[in-house]
C-alpha cells in the first residue's frame, strides 16, 4: 500500500500502539507528525485534555508538513479501579484524556481538511462495546469515542472527510505474559487466531482506514481482535 504524499498525525505516538501506527505509516511512505503528552524524541508535546493544546497541536503538524490528510487519534488511558470508591476526578481524568482529545483533534482537523476532505479514525476499544470489571470509566469512554466517530462521520461527510473507528482486542506489550499470566492464557485459548495483537496490527487497519482502498467507508467501527468477538460467551 503506497501513501506516499499523505501526511499523518498520530496521537499518543509514543504508546504501543500509536508507535505501532507510525511504524506501519511510515513504511507506507506516509510523512507522519508524531505527538506525545511528554517531551520525546522529534514527536510533538502536549496535553490533549487541553482544547486550545489540540487545536495548536493540529496547527503545528500542518505547518510542519504543509497539509494534513489524515488523523489517528490514539492518545489514551486505561487505568484499573472499582466503581466503589471511584470519585468524579477520576472518572473525568479518563473522560478528558481519551475522549476529550478525540473531540477536540478531530474539530481541528477538520477545519484543516474542509476543502480537500480526509481521514480520521480514533483507536476505541472492544471495550467500548464488552464491559470488563475495573474499566467502567475506560469502557464508558471508549463506546463514547465510537459513538463520537459516527456521529463526526455524519456531520463531515459532505466535506469529504471520513471518520471511522478501529477497536483493538487484547494487544502484546512487554511484560504482559509475566504481569498477567492468566489473562493472556485466557485470551490465547478464547481467540480463534490463537494469539494476541501487536501494535502492527492495529497500526494496518488504521492504514486501511487512511487509504483511497477504504475510500467508501465512514461511520465503521473496525474490530481488530483476533476474532474473540466471534466466541459466544453463554
Known amino acids: 500500500m503506497d501513501l506516499s ?4 498525525l ?3 505516538a509514543s504508546g504501543g500502539i500509536g508507535a505501532g501506527a507510525v511504524r506501519r505509516f511510515a513504511a507506507a511512505g506516509a510523512t507522519v507528525v508524531g505527538h506525545a503528552h511528554r517531551a520525546e524524541g522529534d514527536f510533538l508535546r502536549a ?3 487541553d482544547e486550545s493544546a489540540c487545536h495548536d497541536l493540529v496547527a503545528e503538524a500542518v505547518r510542519r508538513t504543509g497539509g494534513l490528510d489524515a488523523v489517528v487519534n490514539c492518545a489514551g488511558v486505561q487505568p484499573d479501579q472499582d466503581l466503589d470508591g471511584m470519585t468524579v476526578a477520576d472518572w473525568r481524568a479518563v473522560v478528558d484524556t481519551n475522549v476529550v482529545s478525540a473531540f477536540a483533534v478531530t474539530q481541528a482537523a477538520a477545519r ?4 480537500t476532505g480526509g481521514s480520521i479514525t480514533h483507536i476505541a476499544s472492544i471495550q467500548g462495546t464488552q464491559p470488563a470489571a475495573g474499566h467502567a470509566h475506560y469502557c464508558a469512554s471508549k463506546a463514547a469515542v465510537i459513538m463520537h466517530a459516527r456521529s463526526a462521520a455524519l456531520e463531515y461527510g459532505r466535506f469529504g472527510i471520513r471518520v471511522n473507528t478501529v477497536s483493538p482486542g487484547l494487544v502484546d506489550r512487554p511484560g504482559l505474559a509475566d504481569a498477567w499470566p492468566e489473562g493472556v492464557a485466557r485470551w490465547q ?9 501487536t501494535p502492527e496490527d492495529v497500526g494496518d487497519a488504521c492504514v486501511f482506514l487512511a487509504s483511497p482502498f ?3 467507508i465512514t461511520g465503521h467501527d473496525l474490530v481488530v481482535d483476533g476474532g474473540v468477538g466471534a466466541r459466544p460467551t453463554w
Open 47 to 49: 496535553d490533549l485534555t
Open 112 to 115: 484543516v481538511m474542509r476543502g
Open 214 to 216: 477504504a475510500r467508501w
Open 10 to 12: 498520530v496521537t499518543g
Open 189 to 197: 485459548a478464547a481467540a480463534p487466531l490463537g494469539r494476541l495483537g
Open 5 to 8: 504524499g499523505t501526511t499523518v
